[in-house]
């Protein structure tokens, strides 16, 4: 918010600055006699004059620096940030984790069951197995893995580790 507030301000000023250079060049053009040869010498001389573009550039950015930071500066002392809406967001991020953390679980117990029903498990299911798991997070790692060892040990899955 703070950033779009201040690329706001940005714009207009950048729009303000282009108007008042738009309204000299105007009055220079209509001051001119109207000969087009004289148009386009002017138009030229403009386009090809970049160093007194180059200091107003340099005058532009440091008003826009001056404005930004006064800007910021009164958005730091008129509020407080937002304490409450970031810990909520953290919690909604940790509810999400726990949801997907649980749902992967429940898919590599899924698997697991699939094996010990088949009875025996191969070593390309295994590694695949294996791959599922790292993705768990410690806890469901490691109950994963004593569920798996657990079935390997009982002999109700059949395969190598």
């Known amino acids: 918010m703070k950033i779009l507030t201040a690329l706001i301000v940005l714009q207009t ?19 001119t006699a109207p000969d087009s040869a004289l148009t386009r010498k002017v138009v030229a001389e403009a386009v090809v004059d970049r160093t007194a573009t ?13 404005e930004l930071a006064s800007i910021l500066q009164s958005f730091h002392e008129s509020r407080p940030l937002p304490e409450p809406e970031i810990a909520s967001e953290a919690q909604e991020s940790k509810r999400q984790d726990e949801i997907d953390h649980q749902y992967q679980r429940e898919l590599v117990q899924g698997q697991l069951d699939s094996y010990a029903s088949q009875g025996s498990i191969s070593e390309i299911e295994m590694a695949d197995l294996q791959m599922e798991i790292a993705k768990l997070d410690k806890s469901g790692r490691k109950m994963m893995l004593r569920e798996m060892t657990k079935m390997l040990n009982s002999g109700e899955l059949k395969g190598h580790l």
């Open 13 to 31: 000023i950048a729009v303000i600055a282009l108007l008042f250079k738009f309204a000299s060049f105007e009055t220079e053009m209509s001051s």
């Open 54 to 66: 180059y200091g107003d550039e340099e005058q532009l950015r440091k008003i826009i620096r001056e």
